[in-house]
């Protein structure tokens, strides 16, 4: 993410929540848009396919309290009027470079130069996703971020797993190193731009800058271009790797591994893996946060007179559950440390709720032994007050 990313990108905007959000808030409204706009149910749609890039780099940022408090600090900084430039809010597409970079001279000097000194530290990580090339060809270049995603059993998701990858990601053309010419030659730097990539128009009060024509921003150019990649220097790369992933990952989570992404380019770092996690449902277990859940038939008569119970737990034998004498149709009852396994090594718990079930079909002795108990508790109607109580409200 480069500065100018920060400015122009209103990341709130993208995924509809106020500037104040909560972190939940976020994780909510990017969850909603992921599904809707996830390429695997637009095939092909490539509207959808970049509103999905959008709302993914929104979410990055949004969802990590570091560099979302960055990206509240260089938005503040910038609405409030450095060095007298008061170019608005958001969505803007101005160039910071212009300001406070190259043509610093006409900007106010020494100001400015501080000021990109400032913005250089803060946003010291490298483009991502090599989205403008202004720089020069041969400067460090950080590896493309890479989204995939995988389905994971109900178990696997509780406690972890590794899971086998095979990405395809946009690597430097092997033949020429990414340099888009063909081996024994060298690019040259383009004479239009003097190898800046970008050229810059002024509009009134602003400087517009945008990617030089000649050389369509990479400020080189081949004259004879590498025949494996066409003098584009990049080469699809696929590879296969081993991903860990955490024991809890819930459904539509994203899970994110470092410096698992697309190779740096002329030592650059890589760059990050996003994995995008599917839960299947399990027939017997649900799941709520750290805790699983599941449904225990009880008979009436354990749950009137009391019982011991055998309730099945995720993995490993099943585990006594003591019903009380008494316990209502639908009671939760705990079991500590059954449940899901946490970042920090506890397990949540596993809630276990009754269900009374009513025999469907009876013999001849219990039949007799229900007529009885019903004539012994003839007195206590269940519903003495309840057609008072439906009157008062
Ligand atoms: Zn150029
Ligand atoms: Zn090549």
Redesign the pocket.
């Known amino acids: 993410m480069s500065t100018k990313d920060y400015l122009e990108k209103d990341y709130y905007a993208v995924l509809g929540v106020p500037k104040t959000a909560t972190a939940d808030e976020i994780k909510k409204a990017y969850r909603k848009l992921a599904r809707q706009y996830h390429p695997d149910t637009n095939q092909g749609d490539a509207a959808k396919e970049t509103k999905f890039k959008e709302v993914s780099e929104a979410y990055d940022i949004l969802s990590d309290g570091k560099r979302r408090k960055e990206y509240d600090e260089a938005r503040t900084l910038f609405g409030s009027g450095v060095g007298g430039q008061r170019p608005g809010g958001g969505g803007f597409p101005f160039d910071f470079g212009d300001l406070f970079g190259g043509t610093a001279g006409q900007q106010g000097g020494g100001a400015g130069e501080r000021l990109g000194d400032l913005f250089g530290g803060l946003f010291n990580r490298g483009g991502a996703g090599g989205s403008t090339r202004t720089t020069s060809a041969t400067r460090p270049r950080r590896g493309q971020d890479v989204e995939s995603e995988v389905t994971l059993a109900f178990t696997e998701a509780v406690e972890g797993t590794t899971v086998s990858l095979r990405l395809t990601s946009s690597a430097a053309c092997t033949a020429c190193s990414g340099t888009g010419a063909k081996a024994g030659t060298t690019p040259r730097v ?1 004479p ?2 003097e190898g800046t ?1 970008a050229a810059s128009r002024n509009l009134g009060n602003f400087a517009f800058s945008e990617p ?1 024509r ?2 369509k921003g990479r ?1 080189l150019l081949v004259d004879d271009p590498c025949p494996v990649c066409e003098g584009n220097g990049r080469a699809k790369s696929t590879r296969t790797i081993q991903a860990r992933i955490p024991a809890g990952v819930a459904d539509g989570q994203r899970v994110k591994l470092k410096g698992k992404g697309a190779p740096g380019e002329n030592g650059g770092p890589a760059g990050d893996l996003y994995i995008l996690t599917h839960v299947k449902p399990h027939p017997v277990f649900g799941r709520t946060g750290d805790n699983l859940t599941i449904t225990v038939p009880v008979t009436f008569s354990e749950a009137a007179l009391g019982a011991e119970i055998k309730v099945p737990i995720l993995k490993g034998m099943p585990v006594t559950l003591r019903v009380p004498a008494g316990t209502p149709n639908g009671r939760t009852f705990r079991v500590r440390g059954r449940g899901v396994t946490r970042k920090d090594g506890t397990k949540g718990d596993l809630l276990a709720s009754v269900e009374v079930l009513v025999p469907k079909t009876l013999d001849d002795k219990s039949r007799e032994l229900l007529t009885e108990f019903n004539t012994a508790t003839a007195g206590d109607d269940p519903r003495a007050d309840l057609i008072q109580r439906a009157r008062s409200e």
């Open positions: 383009c239009t731009c990539g030089c000649d050389c400020g």
